[in-house]
């Protein structure tokens, strides 16, 4: 069996389904001279973000909302009551703090 059979072989009995496409990452240290640490982080970073969407997604589904929406979507015109600053970005300014995240 090839290389490239066995690590997706092993990625498979692992449940790293991100690390099929491990091939872009390659040429991409390659093309940059990453060493072993960079690749490797590289990597798991993509299984990571693999996990969270996922688990994201899961959750929306459990959650059986009968219409997924977005703030993006929301119309403020409709509430002239909240501010402005608000359709921005979440959480505003004012209740963040410096740097603070919820």
């Given at each position: 069996?090839?290389?490239?059979?066995?690590?997706?072989?092993?990625?498979?009995?692992?449940?790293?389904?991100?690390?099929?496409?491990?091939?872009?990452?390659?040429?991409?240290?390659?093309?940059?001279g990453w060493g072993?640490?960079?690749?490797?982080c590289a990597l798991l970073s993509r299984e990571s973000a693999n996990r969270k969407e996922n688990q994201v997604a899961r959750r929306i589904r459990a959650a059986r909302f009968p219409l997924?929406?977005?703030l993006d979507e929301f119309q403020f015109t409709s509430l002239p009551h909240v501010k402005e600053a608000w359709s921005g970005s979440w959480p505003p300014e004012s209740l963040s703090g410096a740097g603070r995240i919820f």
């Open positions: 069996m090839s290389k490239a059979g066995l690590i997706a072989l092993y990625a498979k009995e692992l449940k790293l389904p991100a690390f099929t496409g491990y091939q872009a990452v390659i040429r991409q240290a390659t093309a940059e072993y640490e960079e690749f490797l997924r929406k977005t």
